[in-house]
């Protein structure tokens, strides 16, 4: 089956703070990370940035040798994800959406999601632990300890059918993420081991951090994402 | 006001895979961190090791020169804490509770929990927020999105009236913090703006993001726990 991937980096500052997916890790741009594993992992892949970045962006180094498309991203990542499907090919049958702020996402973490999509799913979701004891929160004072037994932080990428996604997209709605979407549209999401390094960069710490794991050699992904983060 | 901190390393490989506790952070032990942090922020300390530990730790030198006492934990993480409350003097009217495995914790974050506790509540615990979506899920298929806007990851330290903490352990019961057991007693256990870089070292990667964070100058703590980790 054809997949596409879409890689968003649209922001303009407002969720990094300054446009941070432009920043070297380990010597490559944060984006570049994420279309290189991308691209890894599907036949074509759509690259979403800010307008005034457009033209450069198609001029890169990595967006030419791998035939990406760069498209201009919208006013808020809902939008940004609506561009990238627009530029998607009819041919793809399988969307792939992946946050360009987590750079440390692997090709074999796209392959996993895809591959639970061409299981049968509507969607999947990589998913880790929740290791901190979460609370439940009004007016600074504790109501509740949430129980986190059957709790998931979830990542990008996230796989879907094609149709799905277009579907869930249709009215334009706003969401944390496309699983979102997919779910209240009726589709069925799976959850795949996530991988803990795959953080998202959205403090000056987390570029010290992602420093740090990516010049350090990576774990096994674990078998279930129960096992992860443990 | 007398506060009395106890530091709990009293795991013995079963929740870090093995003795972390005494493994080495930018030069100096991982509990070591944590009791120079309390101590600077309470007025006696009560470190909690491993029964075979007790030994050489009552001879260390952190310990003696901050005039620490050291006990045997129990066989849960709760028994722990209540060996360590057994040492805590009757001088002690609140008593501020640590994980080692948060190496990270400064003294400005011990002094934030204990001055919540002065200033009335019955215990006070760190918070950040939550920056990844959150799912609910059943036979690995996503059930809900989980709204996160009230929501916070709880860290330690956790400060508390003596007495409070004292009658919330007295039944022996089992949780995941001691907040949890003083929530369940019907205490007021309210957030103090937690440190994004206060994370549990849980696997061998969090070693690898301890050293780099240690290495890395700190920013700001944020002024209200919404701010953590956006």
């Known amino acids: 089956v054809a997949v596409a991937a879409i890689v968003v980096a649209g922001g303009s500052g407002r969720r990094f ?20 594993a991308a691209a890894s992992a599907a036949s074509e892949v759509v690259v979403v940035v800010p307008a005034e970045a457009v033209a450069a962006e198609a001029e890169g180094e990595v967006v030419r040798r791998l035939a990406a498309r760069v498209v201009a991203g919208g006013a808020t990542r809902a939008e940004s994800v609506r561009a990238g499907l627009e530029a998607v090919s009819d041919q ?46 009004a007016d600074g004072v504790v109501v509740a300890t949430v129980d986190r037994e059957e709790l998931v932080r979830v990542q990008t990428p996230q ?30 999401v799976v959850v795949v081991p996530g991988d803990p390094r795959n953080i998202k960069l959205t403090s000056p710490d987390d570029l010290v951090v992602l420093e740090a794991l990516a010049g350090s050699p990576s774990p096994a992904l674990p078998e279930t994402w129960a096992e992860s983060a443990r």
Chains 1, 2 share one sequence.
Not at 124 to 136: C, E, F, H, I, Y
Not at 163 to 171: I, K, T
């Open 17 to 36: 703070g300054r446009a941070k997916q432009f920043d070297l890790l380990s010597g490559r741009r944060i984006l570049d990370w994420s279309v290189e």
């Open 159 to 188: 796989a879907f059918r094609a149709d799905v996604l277009r579907g869930a997209h249709r009215d334009e709605p706003e969401a944390t993420d496309d699983a979102g979407l997919v779910e209240a549209a009726g589709g069925r």
């Open 92 to 137: 793809a049958s399988i969307v792939v959406v992946h946050d360009a702020a987590r750079p440390l996402a692997s090709a074999d973490l796209f392959r996993a999601v895809i591959a639970a999509v061409e299981a049968g799913a509507d969607g999947a979701v990589p998913g880790v632990s929740v290791p901190d004891t979460l609370k439940r929160v």
